[in-house]
């Protein structure tokens, strides 16, 4: 059974540099051990040890040393970017303009990847502001109370990146991706479709999946249209599963004549598997992806895609921060515009 905190223990308004992981392991009643694996491991404890353990350390205003000394103005020259993936599309083409944007400031770029799963993200901004990052650089701008807790108790800057919501407390610097989708549907709808599938990334931990099948909705509804609950489809971001999904999509009936994904991977897998079972793009069906990568040119049928400027969205990111930490009092977000790149996966919608 948890052991009760005993609240007379705590002081609220510690400084500090007075507060230490000795202090709050005592207030706890747990080993320094313990404390470390709640903040490193958070798995490894239970949910009650690990609550009493945080809820402490906001009490007593702890942050670990690298971090305390970064708060008290020591800059280190490094700013913190959690990436859900890195390796491919619009995220690695940010990555790279972000590095070298804060290299001409004289900043380091330290990264991390949170692989769409929450808890982990909010391990990794803890490790990063322990390191003594100077500002953070995340994507999106949906997260656990705890995550918005912790973000709350630092005063260290942060902006949200990849979306863009004018009205937002925290500057952010990315694209309209509900907009960016109603595009596309405006576009498959001048061709003539009427019937459609959707292939979308999962919205774990994903506000901007969510908003781009949320922009897809809204666009049909506005010509009186809407994707059967059967024709709209969710999974990972791989190859594999647009291929899979796009013949779980198929089997609907009636069906569709445009199917739209949500991401590259999804497309390219959904274009893949659609060359498989010998149906002939864009002749019997349109498949339109979101993101450019390199390989959706590259196929042997390039696919038609929304394009995001993803090397602006690194640089300006990269810049905000940093003017953020300079004390630039005229600091606000940016709305990075998208375009269509119409390739060879779609045209008019079939004859019935």
């Given at each position: 059974?948890?052991k009760q905190?005993?609240?007379s223990t705590?002081k609220?308004?510690?400084?500090r540099?007075?507060?230490g992981l000795?202090?709050?392991?005592?207030?706890?009643?747990?080993?320094?051990?313990?404390v470390?694996?709640?903040?490193?491991?958070?798995?490894s404890v239970s949910?009650g040890l690990?609550?009493?353990?945080?809820?402490?350390?906001?009490?007593?205003?702890w942050?670990?040393?690298a971090?305390?000394r970064?708060l008290?103005?020591n800059?280190?020259?490094?700013i913190?970017?959690?990436f859900?993936a890195?390796?491919?599309?619009?995220?690695?083409?940010?990555?790279d303009?972000m590095?070298?944007?804060?290299?001409?400031?004289?900043?380091?770029?330290?990264?991390?990847?949170?692989?769409y799963?929450a808890?982990?993200?909010?391990?990794?901004?803890?490790k990063?502001?322990?390191?003594?990052?100077?500002?953070?650089i995340?994507?999106?701008s949906?997260?656990s109370q705890d995550?918005?807790?912790?973000?709350?108790r630092?005063?260290?800057?942060?902006?949200?990146?990849?979306v863009?919501?004018?009205?937002?407390a925290?500057?952010?610097?990315?694209?309209?991706n509900?907009?960016?989708?109603?595009e596309m549907?405006?576009y498959l709808?001048s061709?003539?479709?009427?019937r459609f599938?959707?292939?979308?990334q999962?919205?774990?931990?994903?506000?901007r999946?969510?908003?781009?099948?949320?922009?897809?909705?809204?666009?049909?509804?506005?010509y009186g249209?809407?994707i059967?609950p059967?024709a709209?489809?969710?999974?990972?971001w791989?190859i594999?599963?647009?291929?899979?999904l796009?013949?779980q999509?198929?089997?609907?009936?009636?069906?569709p004549?445009?199917?739209?994904c949500?991401?590259?991977?999804?497309?390219?897998g959904?274009?893949?598997?659609?060359?498989?079972?010998?149906?002939?793009?864009?002749?019997?069906?349109?498949?339109?992806?979101?993101d450019?990568?390199e390989l959706?040119?590259e196929?042997?049928?390039?696919?038609?895609t929304?394009?995001?400027?993803?090397?602006r969205?690194?640089?300006l990111?990269?810049?905000?921060?940093v003017?953020?930490?300079?004390g630039?009092?005229?600091v606000s977000g940016?709305?990075?515009p998208?375009?269509?790149v119409?390739?060879?996966?779609?045209?008019?919608?079939p004859?019935d």
């Amino acid at each position: 059974m948890d052991k009760q905190i005993d609240q007379s223990t705590i002081k609220p308004q510690a400084s500090r540099k007075s507060t230490g992981l000795r202090q709050v392991a005592a207030v706890a009643g747990v080993s320094t051990a313990t404390v470390s694996r709640v903040l490193n491991n958070p798995e490894s404890v239970s949910e009650g040890l690990r609550t009493r353990v945080l809820m402490v350390i906001d009490q007593l205003g702890w942050v670990p040393n690298a971090a305390a000394r970064a708060l008290s103005s020591n800059r280190t020259g490094a700013i913190g970017a959690i990436f859900p993936a890195l390796g491919v599309g619009d995220f690695a083409r940010a990555i790279d303009a972000m590095q070298d944007a804060l290299a001409a400031r004289n900043y380091l770029l330290l990264l991390a990847r949170s692989r769409y799963d929450a808890a982990l993200e909010l391990v990794q901004a803890r490790k990063l502001v322990e390191r003594g990052v100077d500002g953070l650089i995340l994507v999106g701008s949906t997260r656990s109370q705890d995550y918005e807790q912790f973000l709350r108790r630092l005063s260290i800057p942060y902006i949200n990146s990849f979306v863009f919501d004018a009205d937002s407390a925290i500057p952010c610097v990315g694209p309209d991706n509900a907009r960016a989708m109603a595009e596309m549907v405006d576009y498959l709808v001048s061709l003539g479709h009427r019937r459609f599938g959707m292939i979308a990334q999962t919205n774990r931990n994903n506000d901007r999946a969510a908003a781009r099948r949320d922009g897809v909705r809204d666009a049909l509804a506005r010509y009186g249209l809407a994707i059967p609950p059967q024709a709209m489809v969710e999974g990972e971001w791989s190859i594999a599963e647009g291929r899979k999904l796009l013949r779980q999509v198929l089997a609907t009936s009636p069906r569709p004549t445009a199917i739209i994904c949500g991401n590259a991977l999804l497309a390219i897998g959904a274009v893949l598997e659609a060359a498989e079972m010998h149906i002939v793009l864009p002749r019997d069906l349109s498949i339109v992806g979101y993101d450019d990568t390199e390989l959706m040119s590259e196929l042997p049928q390039p696919i038609t895609t929304v394009r995001v400027a993803s090397d602006r969205v690194g640089k300006l990111a990269a810049d905000l921060i940093v003017d953020m930490l300079e004390g630039q009092t005229s600091v606000s977000g940016a709305r990075i515009p998208s375009e269509i790149v119409v390739r060879s996966t779609t045209g008019p919608a079939p004859q019935d």
